[in-house]
């Protein structure tokens, strides 16, 4: 069974730019999470849907980020306009029902210039 | 504010030897507690998990205390082996039975298994 998919796995983008991440979740997993993760701050949470739905965006830093699940295999973190302080390593991972164990994907590696 | 610390960035441990993992928490509504592995490159993989109404988990090398009065938690790895080598983070939750609460981790241990 494939995992969570994400992509690119890398992205180097200068600053201003519009940057697109992408995660497929495990089929059959009804939540998804985004997380960031950089040197200072560790693995913090962004955002996460339940049945497609966002739930909680507290995490996002700020305007610039949004993120979207059309449907139950799709999502999408997005930043505009790109700063040089978003580098960091994008994880997405997803949650079957009635679970508390996720699974997350291999990363995004993020380099804004 | 970090609500769940691992205070020790690294640990170095010689193979065959336990491997002790410390985590400390500060919200006391968390009541699920994980520990995942990561490799470089590669996203978090869950290793094991303890509820709050358990003291002690167990999974092959692999055991997990919970000490609630003194928030604390530790991953016990005996015996150490050289795979074993990784980014240790420690994480928690409160308990949703399928809710969709988001994990809070520490900022990881890096493992080092000496041969």
């Known amino acids: 069974d494939a995992g969570v998919i994400q992509s690119p796995r890398h992205e180097v983008t200068e600053m201003g730019q519009e940057v697109t991440l992408r995660c497929k979740p495990i089929?059959?997993?009804?939540?998804l999470f985004w997380y960031r993760q950089t040197m200072m701050r560790g693995l913090e949470l962004l955002i996460y849907?339940?049945?497609?739905?966002?739930?909680?965006d507290s995490g996002m830093p700020e305007d610039r980020f949004s993120a979207k699940m059309p449907n139950a295999s799709f999502s999408t973190l997005k930043i505009q306009p790109s700063e040089p302080r978003d580098s960091a390593v994008y994880f997405c991972?997803?949650?079957?029902?009635?679970?508390?164990?996720?699974?997350f994907g291999p990363g995004t590696r993020l380099t804004v210039l | 504010d970090q609500q769940v610390k691992q205070n020790s960035p690294s640990l170095s441990v010689q193979e065959g030897r336990i491997s002790i993992l410390n985590c400390d928490y500060t919200?006391?509504?968390?009541?699920?507690f994980l520990w995942y592995k990561k490799y470089p490159a590669e996203g978090p993989t869950f290793l094991i998990s303890i509820s709050s109404i358990k003291d002690k988990n167990e999974d092959g090398r692999f055991t997990v205390f919970l000490n609630k009065s003194a928030k604390h938690l530790s991953l016990h790895i005996v015996p150490s082996q050289p795979g074993d080598s990784a980014v240790y983070f420690c994480?928690?939750?409160?308990?949703?039975?399928?809710?969709?609460?988001?994990?809070?981790f520490g900022k990881g241990t890096h493992l080092i298994i000496q041969p």
């Open positions: 991972a997803s949650r079957p029902p009635y679970e508390d164990e996720q699974f």
């Open positions: 089929s059959g997993h009804n939540s």
């Open positions: 849907f339940n049945n497609n739905v966002p739930i909680d």
């Open positions: 919200n006391s509504m968390f009541d699920y």
């Open positions: 994480a928690a939750n409160i308990y949703s039975g399928g809710g969709a609460d988001g994990l809070t």
